[in-house]
């Protein structure tokens, strides 16, 4: 999965919904710092992208208190319509 959306990264270098999805991969590996810059460079292409903004937090809390958010899962890891086949984003 996450050599999927490193091949998506590299194609449309501009997909917040993609490096969204590429934090929560991280995420499940481990990979909290790397997760949590995911989430920022998400926010800095689209800084209201919901899902970003809440995983960051959830990350972010838990980070700073071990035990905060530790029954919290990130809230969304794919747009809207993306299961009906809909892009995940906007393409340069």
Same mark, same amino acid.
């Given at each position: 999965?996450?050599a999927d959306l490193d091949l998506a990264l590299a194609l449309y270098h501009a997909d917040a919904w993609a490096l969204n %999805? !590429?934090?929560? =991969?991280?995420? !499940?590996?481990? #990979?909290? *710092? &790397?997760?949590? #810059? %995911?989430?920022? @460079? $998400?926010? &800095?292409?689209? +800084? &209201?992208?919901? $899902? =970003?903004?809440? %995983?960051? #937090?959830?990350?972010? !809390?838990?980070?700073? %208190?071990?035990?905060? @958010? !530790? *029954? =919290?899962?990130?809230?969304?890891?794919?747009? +809207? @319509? $993306?299961?009906?086949? &809909? +892009?995940?984003?906007?393409?340069?």
């Open positions: 999965m996450l %999805n !590429r934090g929560l =991969a991280r995420l !499940r590996l481990g #990979e909290r *710092d &790397e997760a949590m #810059e %995911n989430f920022r @460079g $998400a926010l &800095e292409i689209e +800084p &209201e992208l919901p $899902a =970003a903004k809440k %995983n960051l #937090e959830l990350v972010t !809390r838990a980070a700073t %208190n071990s035990t905060a @958010g !530790r *029954d =919290a899962a990130p809230i969304q890891s794919a747009p +809207p @319509g $993306a299961a009906q086949g &809909e +892009p995940a984003g906007p393409r340069p």
